[in-house]
């Protein structure tokens, strides 16, 4: 049916153009019209011939002429032309032709006008060729008439005149049939294009609103007189709308806070967006049709186009299980700090009491305040893991001042016994004094997580060595050992959380993939960048660039 639908109208070959070529109704309508407004001419003529001049019915060709037309009348209406071939219609016109010949023939009644009637047909609805042979039979029939009744200057000039007003009634038919089949083609192109242009836009229409329908966001769209233009499937499943009066308020109820108050109907999201206010992320809790609770964030959208009214979007998602989740961590994360913090408090303040006794040789000494100093440090980490966990950010302090070569320094008394064990050795490089920029809690937290990387993925017999440059704006501290590498293809992903290179996979070497992000995001926080440089099978090089003391922090 497509490919039909797209098929121009044929023009039929004879130059007979219909507006449908399969309707034979119009076809037989058309013959009709012009057929029966020429007999009826004729009749008229005859009954007024029939008052007035009685005697011209005894003139043959008077009567002849009278009755062709007339049986070609009947014919008209009693032939069912859309059985017959096209060209067959053109005898009546030709027909008429003659007919009216035989009528004015002999006479000085000027009947000849009534070849108007054909010679427009012909004109109008067939080709030129026709047209042509039309004019000519009406150029012989007068010649006839004028060589066998009166011959002279006056007959000529009559033929002549006669000639010239026929054609120019039918050039000036023949162009406008032209120009109005011109039309009529630009006017159904353009009508098919619209067409296809609607159903184009149809077919978006209903894809978008399939989508909208497959989002699990609930959205209204409101005009700028709080009219509801669209809902999705969503918002009505989750107010309780009723799609028939969607202004009235759904059998959902919303509420300020979890079993709170209710909202009056004027704060309520949807009348808030009705009146054309913007707001951004409200946080309301709902009451559904279903005795459940849902937390929503409810924000608004302003529509502009250049072709249609304003209009707000109300845009509502359901983020239960967000909120769920947040409460979920935060039990996670207060239980997990309440349970570390008993046996590190026990660590550090047996740590304490061994440290007290005088008899301690020097290098028990020195791992007690080790163990000492991790427990402490271990105490900070759970008690801003909590802190973070319950919402609570602490305000930026000032940049503090940190001596990078003493905090590595520490980092490398706690872990040197891990490299003796695992035989590996471990180079010390840095400067006598590396002042920078920065939290040395937070340096120390990065520093440790670089060299526990190293220790870890270095073999036995490798080595790792630590150097560092002093500049007046940057201090640049190196890491590098000879462990497994970072195959190339991961090195851009070691970043990301959870993620773990192929070659450590392959080694079996237990970790999360969480320790570069997290030594990459203190970095960034002190004011300081980091780079990472492997080989695969070669080793690893972290840099790390922290901006030097600046005089402010130094006071």
């Known amino acids: 049916m497509a490919s039909l639908r797209n098929v121009p109208p044929a023009v039929p070959p004879d130059g007979l153009h219909e507006d449908e070529a399969t309707a034979p109704s119009s076809r037989t ?12 001419s004729v009749v008229i003529t005859v009954l007024l011939v029939q008052a007035l001049e009685p005697s011209l019915f005894t003139h043959w060709p008077f009567s002849s002429g009278v009755g062709v037309v007339i049986a070609l009348t009947a014919a008209a209406i009693v032939v069912p032309w859309h059985r017959l071939p096209r060209w067959t219609i053109s005898l009546l016109p ?37 047209l042509v042979s039309a004019l000519a039979a009406v150029g012989v029939i007068i010649v006839v008439d004028t060589t066998v009744n009166t011959a002279g200057p006056t007959s000529a000039l009559r033929l002549i005149v006669v000639l010239l007003s026929l054609t120019f009634i039918a050039i000036t038919s023949f162009l406008s049939a032209r120009q109005t089949r011109a039309f009529k083609q630009l006017l159904r192109r353009q009508a098919s294009r619209l067409q296809g242009t609607l159903q184009r836009v149809s077919g978006q229409e209903r894809r978008v609103s399939q989508m909208l329908n497959g989002l699990d966001t609930g ?5 700028a007189d709080g009219e509801v233009l669209a809902l999705n499937d969503t918002y009505v499943a989750l107010y309780g709308v009723e799609r028939d009066e969607p202004q009235r308020p759904g059998s959902a109820v919303e509420y300020a806070t979890l079993r709170g108050e209710p909202l009056p109907d004027s704060e309520r999201p949807f009348a808030r967006a009705a009146r054309g206010e913007q707001f951004d992320d409200e946080r309301v809790w709902l009451f559904d049709p279903h ?9 608004t959208r302003r529509l502009i186009s250049s072709d249609e009214p304003e209009s707000t979007l109300l845009i509502v998602h359901d983020i239960t299980a967000l909120i769920e989740s947040e409460r979920a961590r935060e039990r996670l994360a207060a239980t997990v700090s309440h349970e570390l913090r008993n046996p590190l408090t026990a660590i550090v303040g047996h740590a304490d009491l061994a440290l007290d006794d005088p008899d301690l040789s020097p ?10 100093g991790a427990g402490e440090r271990m105490q900070k980490l759970i008690s801003e893991i909590l802190a973070t966990s319950r919402g609570v950010f602490r305000d ?57 990387n ?18 007046p ?32 996979r392959d080694s079996s070497t237990p970790g999360t993939g969480l320790g570069m992000g997290i030594i990459r995001s203190i970095v960034e926080d002190q004011g300081g960048s980091l780079f990472l440089e492997s080989e695969l099978g070669t080793g690893t090089t972290v840099t790390v660039v922290l901006p030097t003391r600046s005089d402010s922090a130094a006071a």
């Open 291 to 299: 005795g459940e609770w849902h937390a929503l964030s409810a924000s």
């Open 29 to 40: 309508r058309t013959v009709w019209l012009l057929q029966l407004v020429l007999g009826a």
């Open 94 to 130: 030709f027909g008429d032709i003659v007919g009216i010949g035989l009528l004015s023939f002999g006479t000085d009644l000027r009947f000849g006008f009534f070849w108007v009637f054909p010679i427009i047909w012909i004109a109008t609805h067939f080709t030129l060729a026709y």
């Open 219 to 223: 959205i209204a769209r409101l005009s």
């Open 473 to 504: 704006d940057d201090v640049i501290l190196h890491f590098s050992d000879t462990g497994i590498g970072i195959h190339p293809d991961d090195l851009a992903r070691v970043f990301d959380p959870y993620f773990r290179a192929q070659a450590v």
């Open 454 to 471: 190293a220790i870890k993925y270095t073999p036995a017999g490798g080595t790792i060595r630590i150097s560092g440059e002093v500049s």
């Open 363 to 372: 290098k028990v000494r020195e791992q007690l305040e080790v163990i000492a």
């Open 396 to 452: 930026s302090a000032p940049p503090a001042a940190a001596d990078a070569s003493r905090i590595i320094a520490s980092s490398l008394a706690s872990f040197r016994p891990a490299a003796s064990a695992r035989r590996v050795s471990v180079v010390d490089d840095l400067p006598a004094s590396a002042e920078v920029s920065g939290d040395a809690f937070r340096l120390r937290q990065a520093f440790d997580n670089i060299l526990s």
